[in-house]
């Protein structure tokens, strides 16, 4: 069975980084797409960024486009957020999702999540 977990969430301050972490398992993951999305309570669950299998292709929401940096170590299954200059706004519970194909930004593409991890950024 297809696993994925995030890690690296936590609590810090306007302006700092934080470096998230999903490590999938039970499965081969060779062509998936690997994306990182994200939900703020009372909001609607958002697109973060996306990479493909080959790591030569990302997608990234507007939102943070040039603050966030999305990569993979397909040896290792594992998928990465750098995110840099984070705002409150950021703030949000961070969920990765796999899919088999290429449209990024469909959340229904995704058939497999995470329980997420929790990113809080303070004033």
């Known amino acids: 069975q297809v696993q994925l977990v995030e890690s690296g969430g936590g609590l810090v301050q306007t302006g700092g980084s934080l470096r998230l972490s999903c490590a999938a398992s039970g499965g081969t993951f060779s062509g998936y797409t690997m994306a990182w999305f994200r939900q703020a309570p009372g909001r609607e669950r958002e697109f973060v960024a996306a990479?493909?299998?080959?790591?030569?292709?990302?997608s990234y929401g507007e939102s943070v486009e040039g603050r966030f940096t999305i990569s993979r170590d397909n040896a290792k299954n594992t998928l990465y957020l750098q995110m840099n200059t984070l705002t409150p706004e950021d703030t949000a519970v961070y969920y990765c999702?796999?899919?088999?194909?290429?449209?990024?930004?469909?959340?229904?593409?995704?058939?497999?999540w995470g329980q997420g991890t929790q990113v809080t950024v303070s004033s």
């Open positions: 990479i493909r299998w080959s790591g030569s292709t990302t």
């Open positions: 999702a796999l899919a088999r194909g290429w449209l990024p930004t469909r959340q229904g593409l995704y058939d497999t």
